[in-house]
């Protein structure tokens, strides 16, 4: 049934903008979970929690150029990982699976370090909800896991998961300032719905910006949002052509989005691809 449904989701859906490519990602990224485009000439990836906390540089093939450890932290379970304008790397180690953790911390790091270097150090940026006031919380209100993290305008965006019982499906999102010398504390600044698609509940599993959008990807669809003065408003959501646990996104200067998967026994290998012709049309 699991497959019948997904192969009529699948085939009534549609592609969501033309593949241009596809490679293997190496055997040591088969937890991937961030990605970002650097220079338009590498990329920067992690693997979520229970790899060590290290950062791997590939080619825009996807091929193993180098690795870098970061030797002050541990990976507790990274999720995201963004680029600023000036070179700095965040790396999002919030994964809350059970919502109890009270160490969830953004990692920043420099770009070009990373490229010279085997070991570095790294900012540690300690953060926590300001909604969130029981660690585990009730049932009802698990949404303090997020995987989502997006730099825009000199601020950070964290946008979480629902895990609640009964389901409502809220994302809420959480604003940092991250400009030089004014880093400040996280605050609540909004809260959005992705929805689902047929049986499909979408959560948000990558996050990054382009050419004046947020873009959010869940392991079915990619969604768009502009940002208001006081609050993210859906511009478009398209279907990937395929479903599988993509848990990394980021895009080239050109336009191209690079999309990763973790490997999955049922959904498949770990994969990098690379899509171009993003619009904003509806499904």
Partial sequence: MFFRGLFLLLFMSGSLFAQKSKFALPKELHEISGLAVYNDSVLFAHNDGGDDPRIYVLSLKGKLLHTCLISNVKNNDWEDIELDEFGNLFIADFGNNNNNRENLQILKVNASNILKNDTIVSQIISINYPNQKKHPPLKQNKSFDAESLI?????????????????NGI????????????????????????????????????GTYFNGLYYLSTYNRLIGYHLTESSFKQEFKK?????????????????????????????????????????????
């Fill in 151 to 167: 730099y825009h305008d000199q601020s950070l965006f964290i946008f979480s998961k629902c895990n609640s019982n009964p389901y």
């Fill in 171 to 206: 994302s809420y999102v959480y604003k940092i300032p991250v400009c030089e010398g004014c880093l400040k504390k996280v605050t609540l600044f909004d809260s959005i719905v992705p929805g689902k698609r047929g049986w499909i509940v979408d959560s948000f599993t990558a």
């Fill in 239 to 283: 279907v990937y052509p395929k479903f599988n646990q993509k848990e990394a996104i980021a895009f080239a200067s050109n336009g191209d989005l690079y999309v990763a998967n973790e490997k999955h026994k049922i959904l498949g290998t770990a994969k990098l691809k690379i899509f171009r012709n993003i619009n904003k049309n509806d499904d």
